[in-house]
């Protein structure tokens, strides 16, 4: 008991000792720094000059002019380094020695040269497009002649249309065309109003041109049995000329490609579904190039775009492998095209492999 009395009484000691001490520490760090006490990181002294003759305290053998104290060196160091400020051009305003003027970047002005419209370019994405559609009506008429008899070959096994009866849904194939052809309006007002429509314009075209080419090739290569047998063919010539050729190509031209306005009488056309490139292809022009507040009319566009392919496998106008593999297609080109637009290091030729050959 008594040990513990003692540890307590040193206890409030020690405390009685330390408030003491506090109004003397308040006043060391409050009175100003004279003598040896100065204020590191200043350039200057900062202790206020005393005139020894005034107070009578010259000392003797001193000279006229006055002597500056001694001070440590670490007083006179700077905050920041003179040397940083050589790097700094002062500017006009003139500025005091303790200032360091530090430029600021401003940000880059987009310049409006930088997204040149080239209408040229656009003009021959345009004929591109063109070309390539001539190409696809002229693969047409010559695969005509290759459709096997639908009277001795039927429909191929197919996993949509096996459960769908001919002429069930006689009115998919208008109602998907009437949607194609509401598509492709709000896809052009959306191109032509575009601040950068040149640009938009020969996007859309080339992407177009290629998938035209592509499809030239797929429904050349293999020709598919009729999968409606009740869809009117016009009847096969058994033989090929120039000018047979050409008058099929023209009559398809004067229908874009439709059946709704009767001009579309030659079959054989399915590997893959030009209906449903055009359908994706709007959904995306449009969803690409508006706003992100326009959810409505890209809730629109992708709507019709799944109701038009729909439209055609019910129909029976197209196989399902048809549609699959066109949707495939435009979504794969569309964004590989634009990824390749975006990105400037992959405008850039790089040589990777520049090693010998192994």
């Known amino acids: 008991m008594r040990a513990h009395h003692q540890r307590n009484s040193s206890l409030v000691t020690d405390l009685a000792a330390t408030i003491a001490a506090i109004p003397s520490a308040i006043r060391m760090v409050l009175e100003p720094k004279t003598g040896s006490q100065c204020d590191y990181g200043s350039f200057e002294d900062t202790r206020p000059l005393q005139d020894p003759i005034a107070n009578g305290t010259e000392p003797a053998g001193a000279t006229e002019t006055n002597a500056v104290p001694e001070v440590d060196d670490l007083s006179q160091e700077p905050l920041i380094p003179q040397e940083w400020a050589l790097k700094f051009p002062p500017s006009p305003r003139r500025l005091s020695p303790q200032h360091v003027k530090i430029d600021i970047p401003t940000?880059?002005?987009?310049?409006?040269?930088?997204?040149?419209?080239?209408?040229?370019?656009?003009?021959?994405?345009?004929?591109?497009?063109?070309?390539?559609?001539?190409?696809?009506?002229?693969?047409?008429?010559?695969?005509?002649?290759?459709?096997?008899?639908?009277?001795?070959v039927g429909p191929l096994p197919d996993v949509v249309l096996d459960h769908v009866k001919e002429n069930q849904f006689g009115w998919g194939l208008y109602?998907?065309?009437?949607?194609?052809?509401?598509?492709?309006?709000?896809?052009?007002?959306?191109?032509?109003?575009?601040?950068?429509?040149?640009?938009?314009?020969?996007?859309?075209?080339?992407?177009?041109?290629?998938?035209?080419?592509?499809?030239?090739?797929?429904?050349?290569?293999?020709?598919?049995?009729m999968a409606n047998k009740t869809?009117?063919?016009?009847?096969?010539?058994?033989?090929?000329?120039?000018?047979?050729?050409?008058?099929?190509?023209?009559?398809?031209?004067?229908?874009?490609?439709?059946?709704?306005?009767?001009?579309?009488?030659?079959?054989?056309?399915?590997?893959?579904?030009?209906?449903?490139?055009?359908?994706?292809?709007?959904?995306?022009?449009?969803?690409?190039?508006?706003?992100?507040?326009?959810?409505?009319?890209?809730?629109?566009?992708?709507?019709?775009?799944?109701?038009?392919?729909?439209?055609?496998?019910?129909?029976?106008?197209?196989?399902?492998?048809?549609?699959?593999?066109?949707?495939?297609?435009?979504?794969?080109l569309f964004w590989i095209y634009h990824t390749l637009a975006n990105n400037l290091e992959l405008k850039v030729l790089k040589i990777f492999n520049s090693g010998p050959d192994i």
């Open 107 to 152: 940000p880059a002005i987009r310049d409006k040269s930088a997204f040149p419209p080239e209408k040229l370019k656009t003009l021959y994405a345009f004929l591109l497009m063109s070309c390539s559609m001539v190409a696809t009506t002229v693969t047409l008429a010559m695969v005509h002649e290759r459709v096997p008899d639908r009277n001795e």
């Open 175 to 225: 109602s998907s065309e009437i949607l194609i052809m509401c598509s492709t309006t709000a896809t052009f007002l959306v191109v032509f109003f575009h601040k950068h429509r040149f640009i938009v314009g020969r996007r859309v075209f080339l992407i177009l041109c290629l998938l035209y080419l592509m499809r030239c090739v797929t429904m050349s290569v293999t020709v598919l049995p």
């Open 231 to 332: 869809y009117y063919c016009s009847p096969k010539a058994n033989s090929t000329s120039f000018l047979l050729i050409a008058g099929r190509a023209l009559h398809l031209l004067s229908g874009f490609g439709l059946s709704i306005n009767g001009q579309h009488v030659y079959c054989g056309d399915y590997l893959y579904s030009g209906h449903t490139v055009i359908l994706v292809l709007c959904y995306l022009v449009i969803q690409e190039y508006t706003p992100r507040r326009c959810r409505l009319l890209h809730w629109l566009a992708w709507s019709a775009a799944v109701a038009g392919m729909v439209f055609i496998l019910i129909s029976r106008a197209h196989y399902t492998v048809d549609v699959v593999v066109a949707y495939y297609v435009t979504t794969r």
